[in-house]
């Protein structure tokens, strides 16, 4: 069954570089990035993961625990780990799950038989500490994601679920936000006592709180 939004992630133990993993008590009480990439000793996956690895203390700083997939064994993952750090100047410094036998990416469907019948796609799950799904992106072997964008969302979570706002086109931290379409306005005068911009009664604008 395809997983959602919303849905719990499916646990799972898994042999990974920094050793055996069980996917729930791993993650604790952190928010996660599980990502998955077609193959190690590839090009746009090599870049990735060195960028991955250089943004470690981004994902820190969130409260983010980041672990890669692919579908190659450990062994291979470790010699590959050398190039990575050789050509992208960070080596890895979070675990990558060696998914020779496909169980992982199985439970959670990267493989998409009609793009590659064998090798991941490259899919992104953000996990929160409830151990919901809270975002899915699916992209071909042919473009290397952008994890700035995850850490935007990233970012977008953890405000909305702090406050009851939404985050408009190309927000970005510090920008703008809405007032949810579910509070009153009323309610929202509590909420937000220095009152918003109302460019429509369902957009209401107010800065990013703090
Ligand atoms: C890559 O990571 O460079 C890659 C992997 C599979 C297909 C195409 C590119």
């Known amino acids: 069954m395809a997983i959602r939004l919303?849905?719990?992630?499916?646990?799972?133990?898994a042999?990974?570089?920094q050793g055996p993993v069980t996917f729930h008590q791993w993650i604790g009480n952190s928010w996660c990035v599980l990502f998955s990439h077609p193959k190690d000793f590839t090009p746009v996956c090599t870049t990735e993961l060195g960028e991955t690895a250089r943004l470690k203390p981004e994902f820190d700083k969130r409260n983010v625990?980041?672990?890669?997939l692919s579908v190659d064994p450990?062994?291979?993952?470790?010699?590959?780990a050398q190039d990575i750090k050789e050509t992208q100047g960070h080596a890895l410094n979070f675990p990558v799950i060696a998914d020779a036998d496909r169980k992982v990416s199985g439970l959670y469907d990267m493989i998409h038989p009609n793009a590659n019948d064998t090798l991941t796609v490259?899919?992104?799950?953000?996990?929160?500490?409830?151990?919901?799904?809270?975002?899915?992106?699916?992209y071909p072997a042919s473009t290397g994601r952008n994890f700035d964008e995850v850490l935007r969302v990233i970012d977008?979570?953890?405000?909305t679920d702090k406050h009851s706002v939404a985050t408009p086109v190309n927000w970005k931290q510090g920008g703008d936000v809405i007032i949810v379409p579910s509070l009153s306005d009323e309610d929202a005068k509590k909420k937000f006592p220095g009152g918003w911009k109302p460019v429509k009664?369902?957009?209401r604008i107010v800065p990013q709180p703090k």
């Open 6 to 13: 919303g849905d719990i992630a499916p646990d799972f133990t």
């Open 15 to 17: 042999t990974t570089t």
């Open 65 to 68: 625990k980041v672990i890669g």
């Open 74 to 80: 450990a062994d291979s993952h470790s010699r590959w």
């Open 122 to 138: 490259r899919s992104v799950f953000i996990i929160d500490p409830n151990k919901k799904v809270r975002l899915i992106l699916t």
């Open 156 to 159: 977008s979570l953890q405000l």
């Open 201 to 203: 009664p369902y957009l």
